[in-house]
């Protein structure tokens, strides 16, 4: 005959307690992975007759995609503070991108009180941005940060432009070119390995500012469930698109 141990009232007490807290860890774990920020910067660099390195394949790194806030085709954005030039500088820089992207709509939110994707903000110099970079004569222009889901898709987005480094002011070409930079970070980019992209981290007088077709290419790529595919799930992309 065989004898069964029936479980005590104090064993299925502790295994219930177990249970209870290894839930409350796996709670607290998905919470913090929620709210996890990537950062990207830009630098305004002086000309220094640096020489483009040709002995690798032209690149440009893709950080990660969007995710439902993509699903209909159209992320909206917001600006806060700067003069009416300013403004106009960064809407003309996202005006170029969103011409630029097939199926992809770029909304400006005007309205003080409503939610946007995307937020564009100002600091007075580039001094004052956090991951200021002075060496080599490198100065911080612009800060891109993202906050990105469990599933590793970007939920919301902020930029930050500065408006000049040390005490001298940014043109109204200049700021555009900064933000055009900060736009490909928004809409999933990381930075290139070439010079001339506007995804360079290093921006200069030497890029035209022209969004090229590997740019282009490159946020479809990292953007492919819905602006290739048309897909209704969201998903990741690759790390990086030859040029």
């Not at 097939?102 to 580039?126: C, M, N, P, Q, R």
């Not at 933000?179 to 007088?205: D, Q, R, V, W, Y």
């Given at each position: 005959?065989?004898?069964?141990?029936?479980?005590?009232?104090?064993?299925?007490?502790?295994?219930?307690?177990?249970?209870?807290?290894?839930?409350?860890?796996?709670?607290?774990?998905?919470?913090?992975?929620?709210?996890?920020?990537?950062?990207?910067?830009?630098?305004?660099?002086?000309?220094?007759?640096e020489?483009?390195?040709?002995?690798?394949?032209?690149?440009?790194?893709?950080?990660?995609?969007?995710?439902?806030?993509?699903?209909?085709?159209?992320?909206?954005?917001?600006?806060?503070?700067?003069?009416?030039?300013?403004?106009?500088?960064?809407?003309?820089a996202?005006?170029?991108?969103?011409?630029?992207?097939?199926?992809?709509?770029?909304?400006?939110?005007?309205d003080?009180?409503?939610?946007?994707d995307?937020?564009?903000?100002?600091?007075?110099?580039?001094?004052?941005?956090?991951?200021?970079?002075?060496?080599?004569?490198?100065?911080?222009?612009?800060l891109?940060?993202?906050?990105?889901?469990?599933?590793?898709?970007?939920?919301?987005?902020?930029?930050?432009?500065?408006?000049?480094?040390?005490?001298?002011?940014?043109?109204?070409?200049?700021?555009?070119?900064?933000?055009?930079?900060?736009?490909?970070?928004?809409?999933?980019?990381?930075?290139?390995?070439?010079?001339?992209?506007?995804?360079?981290?290093?921006?200069?007088?030497?890029?035209?500012?022209?969004?090229?077709?590997?740019?282009?290419?490159?946020?479809?790529?990292?953007?492919?469930?819905?602006?290739?595919?048309?897909?209704?799930?969201?998903?990741?992309?690759?790390?990086?698109?030859?040029?």
């Amino acid at each position: 005959m065989n004898l069964g141990i029936l479980p005590s009232k104090r064993n299925n007490k502790k295994m219930k307690t177990i249970s209870n807290i290894i839930y409350l860890l796996l709670l607290i774990i998905s919470l913090i992975c929620s709210t996890i920020c990537v950062l990207y910067t830009s630098v305004y660099a002086k000309e220094r007759g640096e020489k483009n390195n040709q002995e690798h394949q032209n690149s440009i790194q893709i950080c990660c995609a969007w995710g439902e806030q993509l699903a209909d085709g159209e992320l909206t954005y917001k600006i806060s503070g700067g003069n009416s030039g300013i403004r106009e500088a960064i809407r003309t820089a996202v005006r170029q991108w969103d011409l630029d992207i097939a199926g992809l709509t770029l909304s400006e939110v005007k309205d003080g009180s409503s939610s946007a994707d995307i937020y564009f903000s100002f600091k007075k110099d580039g001094s004052s941005l956090v991951d200021t970079k002075t060496k080599h004569g490198l100065l911080t222009a612009g800060l891109t940060t993202f906050t990105i889901n469990w599933r590793g898709l970007i939920e919301e987005t902020h930029v930050t432009i500065a408006k000049g480094v040390s005490g001298r002011g940014f043109t109204s070409d200049q700021i555009e070119l900064v933000a055009k930079h900060e736009m490909g970070h928004a809409l999933g980019l990381g930075h290139s390995n070439f010079k001339t992209s506007i995804m360079s981290p290093t921006i200069s007088n030497r890029q035209t500012g022209v969004i090229s077709d590997c740019e282009i290419n490159a946020v479809l790529s990292a953007n492919a469930w819905k602006l290739v595919n048309n897909n209704s799930k969201p998903h990741s992309a690759g790390s990086k698109i030859e040029c």
